[in-house]
């Protein structure tokens, strides 16, 4: 099956969204002090982020869109961009 334009697109779209998202963590541990333990914990964060709200788009996928994909990893990739801009906006209560 081959993929169109639009699928494409959606599912690029989708991963530059992930990326995005990895940067806000990156970001506010940067701000945060920049310490290997910050950066750790945010990467992991992250990574735990995407594991578990990737099996529940991927179960709700299974069942309202299923064969997309490209779908799924753009909700992931837009929810996981929102949550990294939300990380990097609350690093200012931290200090």
């Known amino acids: 099956m081959r993929?169109?334009?639009?699928?494409?697109?959606?599912?690029?779209?989708?991963?530059a969204l992930l990326v995005a998202g990895l940067c806000g963590h990156l970001?506010?541990?940067h701000a945060i002090g920049g310490y290997r333990k910050a950066y750790t914990d945010h990467i992991l964060g992250f990574g735990l982020l995407t594991v578990v709200s990737g099996l529940i788009i991927a179960a709700l996928g299974w069942r309202f869109w299923k064969g997309?994909?490209?779908?799924?990893?753009?909700?992931?990739?837009?929810?996981q961009a929102i949550v990294g801009l939300v990380i990097y906006i609350n690093r200012f209560k931290v200090l």
Do not use: E, P, Q, T
């Open 3 to 15: 993929k169109n334009g639009s699928s494409a697109l959606r599912m690029g779209l989708g991963i």
């Open 27 to 29: 970001f506010a541990a």
């Open 68 to 79: 997309r994909h490209d779908i799924s990893v753009l909700i992931l990739g837009a929810l």
